[in-house]
């Protein structure tokens, strides 16, 4: 779709690509804890989410539970956190975001050291992020730790989430 233009008729397509622009499309959590392995960001790391409360365009998938998949090219801005439950062991907790795969760039969250840190619950920021996408194009939200073993994801208010929002036409 192209930026609109003096002249230029109005369609249906039109106006609907106008509505989306700002819109939250896409917001989902994980309410049950995830095991994440220690030792970095890997897509082996990926959120599952299990709690998904809107979907407008349909991009997400109970059969592939970490991937939101983009139903039309564009510039999509991603925002999330990642929660973890109790652990003092290893020194970074941290969260990035995916696309088809691969880290992106500006997509790793500041590493927070848990050095000095008492136990408890911790939640790592994601960097709210513009994307251009095309259509078929996926996102993840990766989760990384260093404890030595495997960390579970925080339930309840600490919860990880995910959302998208459409930010316009490529």
Do not use: K
Request: charged share 15%.
């Amino acid at each position: 779709m192209t930026d609109w233009l003096g002249g230029m008729r109005t369609t249906a397509d039109r106006l609907y690509e106008t509505d989306l622009i700002g819109r939250l499309v896409f917001l989902a959590n994980r309410g049950a804890n995830q095991s994440i392995s220690s030792g970095g960001d890997t897509a082996s790391n990926a959120l599952q989410w299990d709690e998904v409360t809107l979907d407008v365009l349909g991009g997400w998938t109970a059969g592939q539970p970490t991937r939101w998949t983009c139903p039309r090219a564009g510039w999509w801005t991603f925002q999330g956190a990642v929660g973890f439950n109790s652990s003092t062991a290893g020194t970074v907790r941290e969260c990035c975001w995916y696309v088809n795969g691969g880290l992106i760039s500006m997509g790793r969250s500041h590493p927070i050291n848990m050095s000095g840190i008492a136990s408890g619950a911790l939640t790592v920021d994601a960097r709210s992020v513009p994307r251009l996408m095309a259509v078929g194009d996926y996102v993840q939200l990766v989760a990384g730790q260093n404890s030595g073993s495997a960390l579970d994801t925080a339930t309840g208010s600490y919860r990880p989430y995910i959302s998208i929002t459409y930010s316009g036409p490529p």
